[in-house]
């Protein structure tokens, strides 16, 4: 299950430790700050979203969960997916106006995208000479990036 690192609050340590804390449970306390409670259901989405490699659809979501034997609606899973992405644990991908795509965000801090228009095929790319431009844009600036999302529409030349 992915983790999330919490740095401790002591101000002591020289090189910061890392605490791991469970992807599940920053979703559990993200609910009960909400007056939500973390259902089975709710568990199960999660768990077969940590599954996913990369981009999916909500219908590709609720099929999946079926094959796995379990029962959840399609409102449920529509409802956690808002309450997934409004804790930042996912992102909703928009690049098509037909469908939309989400894709597991917590603990990502670079999203680059190649999306072919007449295609629908999507390609996550890692471009470490996009990074270093980003970071030299914000230390130029005395800024600190946290990240970035950039999205390529292409089509055959």
Excluded: W
């Amino acid at each position: 299950m992915p983790l999330e690192p919490i740095k401790p609050a002591s101000s002591e340590q020289t090189e910061p430790m890392d605490i791991i804390e469970p992807l599940c449970a920053v979703f559990r306390r993200a609910l009960k700050a909400e007056g939500l409670k973390y259902t089975p259901e709710r568990a199960r989405i999660l768990d077969t979203i940590i599954e996913f490699d990369g981009l999916f659809e909500a219908e590709q979501l609720l099929e999946s969960l079926k094959e796995k034997g379990h029962q959840v609606s399609k409102a449920t899973v529509y409802r956690t997916l808002k309450l997934l992405e409004s804790c930042s644990i996912i992102q909703h991908v928009l690049f098509d106006r037909e469908q939309s795509h989400y894709q597991l965000a917590f603990g990502k801090q670079d999203n680059t995208l190649l999306i072919h228009v007449e295609t629908g095929e999507v390609q996550t790319l890692e471009l470490p000479e996009l990074i270093a431009l980003r970071d030299q844009i914000c230390k130029a600036r005395g800024l600190k990036a946290q990240g970035h999302k950039l999205q390529i529409f292409v089509t055959d030349a």
